[in-house]
């Protein structure tokens, strides 16, 4: 079992910048992947960025790669996800999660733990 716990969101202006923190506890976090997802309201699960568990491989949907980059800190069981030149349409609930498997995956079904999300909210 493995324990997520998402931190970092809040009100943020457009153009401006955050990191989430997502803390993990329970199974060895470090053969883990990790991913990051947003849902915004009446929307779907959306992938922002994955992380194999050596940090070796990061996979970020090319429309987010030139503001977002993801790491991890095996040594502190955390994962990050900085965000940068933030929009409005940035604003959602951010989750981490973790997938039993060494390399991360863009779909939100291959993933086997849940954090319990943290607010965005960008203002223009």
């Given at each position: 079992?493995?324990?997520?716990?998402e931190s970092?969101?809040?009100?943020?202006q457009?153009g401006?910048?955050?990191?989430?923190?997502?803390?993990?506890?329970?199974?060895?976090f470090?053969?883990?992947a990790?991913?990051?997802f947003?849902?915004?309201?009446?929307?779907?699960r959306e992938?922002?960025?994955?992380?194999?568990?050596?940090?070796?491989?990061?996979?970020?949907?090319r429309?987010?790669?030139?503001?977002?980059?993801v790491?991890?800190?095996?040594d502190?069981?955390?994962?990050?996800l900085?965000m940068?030149?933030?929009k409005?349409?940035?604003?959602?609930?951010?989750?981490c999660?973790?997938?039993?498997?060494?390399?991360p995956?863009p779909?939100?079904e291959?993933?086997?733990y849940?954090?319990?999300?943290t607010q965005?909210?960008?203002s223009?």
């Amino acid at each position: 079992q493995v324990q997520l716990v998402e931190s970092g969101g809040g009100l943020v202006q457009a153009g401006g910048s955050l990191r989430l923190s997502c803390a993990g506890s329970g199974r060895p976090f470090s053969r883990a992947a990790m991913g990051w997802f947003r849902q915004a309201p009446g929307q779907e699960r959306e992938f922002v960025a994955g992380i194999k568990w050596d940090s070796r491989t990061t996979h970020i949907p090319r429309s987010l790669q030139d503001r977002v980059t993801v790491s991890r800190d095996n040594d502190k069981n955390t994962v990050y996800l900085q965000m940068n030149n933030l929009k409005s349409e940035d604003t959602a609930v951010y989750f981490c999660a973790a997938r039993n498997g060494l390399s991360p995956s863009p779909a939100v079904e291959d993933y086997d733990y849940w954090g319990q999300g943290t607010q965005v909210t960008v203002s223009s």
